[in-house]
């Protein structure tokens, strides 16, 4: 399980993350050398220091950053496809509603359209949509 993201960022959470994208696979898909590399100074800094807590507010949001990037990797496949078949529904349902079709405000309730919507979008090309869909540093 991820570190719990609201606890300060200590030697031992930074370490657990490692370990934690290692394990799933996360470290080389999700994140990049950069990242890897401030991952693994941190750890390295904080073992010197002996000071056992990250003190910049600066590292510390990276790091936040970074945990997110490795649970949004970690998401199901649907759970990460939703978001582009919700912006696609909402496109398709305004071009509707320009028609005139006023029942298709309802197809934005529904879970099942919105998934093919999503799974139609990634198929061909999922690797550079579903990029698209992670969360802005």
Sequence with gaps: ??????????????????????????W????SRVERGLIDAAIKVLRRLGSGVVKSRDLA???DRIAEKIGFMLQGFLERVAPLGRRKAVQY?????????KKAVEWLQDPN????????????????????AQPTP
Aim: aromatic content about 12%; cysteine-free; glycine content about 6%.
């Design 61 to 63: 949001e990276i790091l």
């Design 113 to 132: 359209y919105i998934t093919y919507l999503g799974k139609s979008l990634t198929y061909p090309r999922w690797l550079t949509q579903l990029a698209i």
């Design 1 to 26: 399980m991820l570190p719990n993201l609201r606890s300060p960022w200590s030697r031992g959470r930074v370490a657990r993350l490692k370990k934690y994208a290692l394990r799933t696979g996360a």
């Design 93 to 101: 349902v305004a071009l509707a509603l320009k028609w005139g079709y």
């Design 28 to 31: 080389l898909k999700a994140l």
